[in-house]
């Protein structure tokens, strides 16, 4: 497997304008997790998805967050308009969601990178 | 929420020496995992231990739930393990919201 896959991995944009970042999860996994990196706040994450469904939202910072997941193979999280304090690194993860040992063990993507100007 | 805590926040090692780094938590939790980041940002599962041990190579790594710690242990260290260990927790009254630590930045001189 490829793994998760996240796009693009570096982003320049100026305040003001729409972020859109992509990701797809390992095949077979039914949970995503939208997390974000900064110095000052650490990993926090943002939402997360079971089964396409939106669980918990509760990280995400204001109503210029947003997030979708269309099918069990792609999810978004758009920022609009940005502001140069949502420069950070995104990750998005996904796991495998059962009751068993090795329950929601998270596979990360390699990030993007969002500079806001 | 739960707080996680991880010590040390920072440590040199010369290649080849052992260490221990620690994550404490406030709560019970019924998931619990290691992860390293590398000097490029990739964030890579290390082990999921939410109780007991594991080993894997030169890492190994003990869950003591009852006492709300855990432990990993890196043996003959090398250049490559350097970077970022993060601890994360998981409670199952939270689903599957995993609370992350502040982590230990980890250098180790050739």
């Known amino acids: 497997d490829a793994g998760v896959i996240q796009s693009p991995r570096h982003e320049v944009t100026e305040m003001g304008q729409e972020v859109t970042l992509r990701c797809k999860p390992i095949?077979?996994?039914?949970?995503l997790f939208w997390y974000r990196q900064t110095m000052m706040r650490g990993l926090e994450l943002l939402i997360y998805?079971?089964?396409?469904?939106?669980?918990?939202d509760s990280g995400m910072p204001e109503d210029r967050f947003s997030a979708k997941m269309p099918n069990a193979s792609f999810s978004t999280l758009k920022i609009q308009p940005s502001e140069p304090r949502d420069s950070a690194v995104y990750f998005c993860?996904?796991?495998?969601?059962?009751?068993?040992?090795?329950?929601?063990?998270?596979?990360f993507g390699a990030g993007s990178r969002l500079t806001v100007l | 929420g739960i707080q996680v805590e991880q010590s040390p926040p920072d440590l040199i090692l010369q290649e080849g020496a052992n260490s221990t780094l620690r994550c404490n938590f406030s709560?019970?939790?019924?998931?619990l995992q290691w992860f390293h980041q590398n000097p490029w940002g990739q964030l890579i599962n290390l082990f999921y231990i939410p109780s007991g041990t594991k080993q894997n190579g030169r890492l190994s790594a003990t869950t003591v739930a009852t006492e709300r710690y855990s432990l990993l242990y890196i043996s003959s260290s090398q250049t490559t393990d350097s970077g970022v260990y993060f601890c994360?927790?998981?409670?199952?009254?939270?689903?599957?919201?995993?609370?992350f630590g502040e982590g230990t930045q980890l250098t180790v001189n050739p």
């Open positions: 993860a996904s796991s495998l969601r059962w009751q068993g040992y090795g329950a929601n063990v998270l596979t």
């Open positions: 709560d019970s939790v019924n998931n």
């Open positions: 095949s077979g996994h039914n949970s």
């Open positions: 994360a927790v998981g409670r199952k009254t939270s689903g599957s919201r995993l609370t």
């Open positions: 998805f079971n089964n396409n469904v939106p669980i918990d």
